[in-house]
Each structure stands twice: as structure tokens, then as C-alpha cells.
């Protein structure tokens, strides 16, 4: 089964958008004139949605790849072990990118890669699974969440409380909220057990319900169902889009609202709260249903690959290293100069549009310099070395 345009292309906008938020949200602090950029690089072009995007290719991936295989006849036992092997690798590689790149105060935040890994195991489980259970699951997840998050003070995690967005509270007063500090891990074991099931940057719940809608919606794909579904699915993804901006606006005219904890409330990423999760899967259905129809729906009139498709193939191939890495251009040094001269330079190093400007100069020289490494083989890429330690189970 060859490689589907739009995943790339989803995995691409997904990483771009990752990118042009994480620049700016380290290196600047959004403080004064630079309000609205900073607004929109983090909450806007990719902050909040391009996680999203990003962990709901996880579960359509792992369909692909398993139909994949099947076709070329790989035994089971085989498959079987290697997604073990390939989730439990993904999920220590999450711990030790926390560790070597931002340090082991950051160890326990539980990371995307960390998610991506434990999500790769659990869907092999999922495989057996009818999808009318799965989406059924899903659903109890999305409203089960704040009722589970209730029983713990979760704002001692992030500050001890949540404050209104900068330049956007101008035009809609407690419209999104950011907590006022990052999680950076719980005090005991239990804390960090906790953390990683319900509280982390993206614990279990709610973020498996992504993977999940993504493992559904890769099987009516490799069924050639999705054609039919697209309509469907376009008319749900902006009805979840309506009721998570029509639930954040109702929460934000309440008094008295928890963040994490209530159902009319307004948005939050971190923790992501129930009108956020609604908003963010709205934009993933409507998104990849549209680029699909673009790239996928239609393979018998596929015209020769503009520059955007070309880019969005090498760039998804790559994902993993694009995201390790990106993250070491800026914190490697940073805590280099830290422990020479005392002073941390994170979210004050330069402004917000300096900091977007080496956002997308990254992005650009990752096309030609990931060429050039394809061309050797991707040698001693991430994606490498995960094929290095799956090559015994082919």
C-alpha cells in the first residue's frame, strides 16, 4: 500500500504549525506590542491545533502500516512484536529527549512523544475492537474527563491558577486561558502515575480519544468507505467546531468556573479543557476530510506534485526527527549558556516576530538539508535507528 498524500500533508501542516508556536512561546514573552502575534503563533497557526492533527495521524498511521504489512503477507506474531518494540521505543526515546534537551526537572511532563508511545501499544488492542465500541469509548472519555479531573487540585500543577490570554481578553474577556506556569511534573510517584493518565501535557485521557477517531476513520479509509462518510464526517467536525467556540464563549460569561474541571467553560490547552477538545477535533475532521478530498479522493486524475505536496512528503518522513530536533536548536544552547553564565534566556531571549522570522527559516532549510539525508539513506535519522531496531521483526 503506497504512502496517502494527505496524511503527509496533514503530518506536514501539523509539524509547521508546531514549529512557528514553539519559537516564539520559548524564545519571546509575547509581552506589549507583540500581544497579537504572539496569540496567534501559539494559540492560532498551529499551538493549539497542530498537537491534535499530529497524535490523530498516530491511529490512522498504525492502520496503514498494518494493512501494509498484510499485504505483504507478514505474519502476525511478527507485527505484533514489532509495534511493542516500536511504541516502547518511541515512549523511552520521549523520556530521554525530555531529559537530554530540556533536563530533568522536565522529565515527568509527559510529552507527545510519550503519549505517541503508550498510544502505539494500546492500539494493537484496539484492532480487535469494532469501531462503534471505540468511538463509544471515546465518547465516555470526552465526558468522563472533567468529572475524573474534579477529584484533584490540578491548578496546584500549573501555578496554582489560570489567567486570561493576552491581547484576545481584549475583545473577548475570559474567552481562553493559559495556565501560569507549564507542568512540570508532579512531587511523589503517585503525582507522576497520576500525571500521566489525567494531568500531564497530554495524559490518556482525553487525548486518546484523537488516536482513537484516527484508528476509525484509517479503517473506513483502507475499506474505501470514506468517500461516502466524507459529507458526514464534514457536517460532525463543524458542529464539534460550533459547540467548542459556542461553549467557550457560555463559559466565559459565567463566574466561578474551573478551567480544567467544568463543562461550560472556557478554552485551555494546557490541561485541554472540554469546550478545547470539542474545538480541536472539529478542526481535525474538517481538515483532513478536505485535504483528503484534495490529494486522496480522486487517484485516477493525480496531476505531477506541486512544491507543497513534494515538501509535505519529505517533511512527514521525517516527523520524528523534525520534532526532536527543532526543539534541541534552541533549549541545547540555552542551557549551555545557563550553566556558564547563571542566566536562562528562555521567553526573553528576542521579540515574538524575530522569533516566528527563525521559525520559518528552520522550516525552509529543513526541505533541502532532510533531502540531502534522504539521499544517504537517512542515516542516523531517528526514523533510521527505529528501523535499525525493528529490522529483526520483518
Avoid at 154 to 180: H, L, Q, R, T
Wanted: with cysteine.
Amino acid at each position: 500500500m503506497q504512502r496517502v498524500d494527505s496524511v503527509d500533508v496533514l503530518r506536514a501542516l501539523a509539524l509547521i504549525g508546531m514549529v512557528i508556536c514553539h519559537f516564539p512561546i520559548y524564545l519571546s514573552n509575547g509581552a506589549g506590542n507583540d500581544a497579537m502575534l504572539y496569540f496567534f503563533t501559539n494559540h492560532l497557526l498551529g499551538g493549539d491545533f497542530g498537537a491534535s492533527w499530529f497524535v490523530f495521524l498516530v491511529g490512522m498511521s498504525q492502520v496503514l502500516s498494518a494493512k501494509k504489512r498484510e499485504a505483504n503477507l507478514v505474519k502476525d506474531v511478527s507485527n505484533f512484536s514489532r509495534t511493542i518494540i516500536r511504541g516502547a521505543a518511541i515512549f523511552i526515546t520521549g523520556l530521554l529527549f525530555l531529559f537530554v534537551v530540556e533536563g530533568y526537572e522536565e522529565l515527568w511532563v509527559w510529552d507527545i512523544l510519550t503519549f505517541i508511545g503508550a498510544m502505539t501499544i494500546i492500539l494493537l488492542i484496539c484492532r480487535s475492537v469494532p469501531s462503534r465500541w471505540l468511538l463509544l469509548f471515546c465518547v465516555t472519555v470526552f465526558f468522563i474527563t472533567p468529572w475524573l479531573r474534579s477529584f484533584i487540585d490540578i491548578a496546584s500543577f500549573y501555578g496554582g491558577k489560570f489567567e486570561s490570554v493576552k491581547w484576545i481578553s481584549d475583545i473577548i474577556p475570559n474567552f481562553i486561558f493559559d495556565p501560569a506556569i507549564d507542568y512540570k511534573g508532579g512531587k511523589t510517584v503517585l503525582d507522576n502515575v497520576i500525571g500521566f493518565f489525567l494531568i500531564g501535557q497530554f495524559p490518556l485521557f482525553p487525548w486518546i480519544i484523537f488516536p482513537l477517531t484516527g484508528f476509525v476513520l484509517g479503517r473506513r479509509m483502507t475499506a474505501n468507505l470514506l468517500a461516502a462518510d466524507s459529507p458526514f464526517i464534514l457536517i460532525i467536525g463543524m458542529m464539534f467546531t460550533f459547540m467548542g467556540l459556542f461553549t467557550a464563549y457560555a463559559g466565559s460569561i459565567r463566574t466561578g468556573f474551573s478551567v480544567p474541571n467544568d463543562y461550560i467553560v472556557p478554552l485551555s490547552f494546557y490541561p485541554i479543557s472540554f469546550s478545547m477538545i470539542m474545538l480541536v477535533m472539529g478542526v481535525v475532521l474538517i481538515l483532513f476530510i478536505s485535504i483528503w478530498r484534495i490529494y486522496d479522493a480522486y487517484p485516477d486524475s493525480a496531476k505531477a506534485p506541486g512544491f507543497f505536496l513534494i515538501y509535505s512528503r519529505q517533511i512527514s518522513k521525517y516527523s520524528l526527527t523534525i520534532y526532536i530536533t527543532h526543539f534541541a536548536l534552541f533549549f541545547i544552547p540555552l542551557r549551555i549558556v545557563k550553566s556558564i553564565t547563571g542566566t536562562y534566556y528562555m521567553k526573553n531571549l528576542i521579540s515574538t516576530p524575530a522569533a516566528l522570522t527563525l521559525a520559518v527559516v528552520v522550516l525552509m532549510l529543513y526541505y533541502p538539508l532532510l533531502k540531502q539525508w534522504d539521499k544517504a539513506g537517512g542515516k542516523y535519522s531517528f526514523e533510521w535507528l527505529l528501523a535499525k531496531l525493528l529490522s529483526r521483526y520483518k
